[in-house]
């Protein structure tokens, strides 16, 4: 492996294709590598690089990144000219950042205890970072209702391939109730020709039948 080179572990069924959409707006070249679940995944050469033995991984320049909102976060910087972070000392800056780690804690803990029926009682509510499922849909409702078009205006960014892809995600799912300030920005974002692109690349991938 080159030192400058992508690697991208992934499956077609995983949060790996958030990352696969990233690296498409991107327009960077990058190696595919698919681990198997309850195979390659949890291999010892894999564990090596994830031992959580979970996939999106990415490999650059001698770095190993995981979790797809750091890897997001990550490309962004690592390839300022796609323009898809603002930069350092930019106020936009700070949405940029609320939005992806909103995504990333609230948002993830909160749709995961409710498919799992984790929810904690009303009184012990203020324990947990999201407090409860219906204030963060509430709070994630907002971010999508002022994307206009994009969560930083006219500026598409990694945020939008991040949180985008969770409300897309939990619609596809139905772990996150229709809305119209949901389906309207999820519309907006499967008509951009990388998230087409992206996808057709990891459908291609599952297995047949």
């Given at each position: 492996?080159g030192e400058?080179?992508?690697?991208?572990?992934?499956n077609?069924?995983?949060?790996?294709?958030?990352?696969?959409?990233?690296?498409?707006?991107?327009?960077?070249?990058?190696?595919?590598?698919?681990?198997?679940y309850?195979?390659?995944?949890?291999?010892?050469?894999?564990?090596?690089?994830?031992?959580?033995?979970?996939?999106?991984?990415?490999?650059?320049?001698?770095?190993?990144?995981?979790?797809?909102?750091?890897?997001?976060?990550?490309?962004?910087?690592?390839?300022?000219?796609?323009?898809?972070?603002?930069?350092?000392?930019?106020?936009?800056?700070?949405?940029?950042?609320?939005?992806?780690?909103?995504?990333?804690?609230p948002?993830?803990?909160?749709?995961?205890?409710k498919?799992?029926?984790?929810?904690?009682?009303?009184?012990?509510?203020?324990m947990?970072?999201?407090?409860?499922?219906?204030?963060?849909?509430?709070?994630?409702e907002?971010?999508?209702?002022?994307a206009?078009?994009?969560?930083?205006?006219?500026?598409?960014?990694?945020?939008?391939?991040?949180?985008?892809?969770?409300v897309?995600?939990?619609?596809?799912?139905?772990?996150?109730?229709?809305?119209p300030?949901?389906?309207?920005?999820?519309?907006?974002?499967?008509?951009?020709?990388?998230?087409?692109r992206?996808?057709?690349?990891?459908?291609?991938l599952?297995?047949?039948?």
């Amino acid at each position: 492996m080159g030192e400058n080179e992508l690697v991208f572990h992934t499956n077609p069924m995983s949060r790996g294709r958030i990352v696969r959409w990233m690296l498409e707006e991107l327009g960077v070249g990058y190696r595919t590598v698919v681990q198997e679940y309850g195979g390659s995944m949890k291999s010892p050469e894999y564990l090596a690089i994830n031992p959580m033995g979970k996939v999106p991984a990415l490999e650059h320049r001698g770095v190993v990144v995981t979790e797809a909102a750091a890897i997001c976060a990550y490309l962004a910087d690592a390839f300022p000219d796609a323009g898809l972070a603002p930069p350092p000392g930019d106020p936009l800056r700070g949405t940029y950042y609320r939005w992806l780690f909103f995504a990333a804690g609230p948002v993830e803990a909160a749709v995961s205890a409710k498919a799992l029926g984790l929810l904690p009682p009303a009184d012990k509510s203020g324990m947990v970072g999201y407090g409860s499922f219906e204030q963060t849909v509430d709070t994630l409702e907002k971010a999508a209702a002022s994307a206009s078009p994009w969560l930083l205006g006219d500026r598409f960014s990694a945020a939008d391939v991040y949180v985008g892809s969770q409300v897309d995600f939990g619609l596809g799912f139905k772990s996150i109730p229709e809305r119209p300030a949901f389906t309207a920005w999820v519309e907006r974002l499967r008509g951009r020709e990388a998230y087409r692109r992206a996808r057709g690349l990891d459908d291609a991938l599952m297995p047949k039948g």
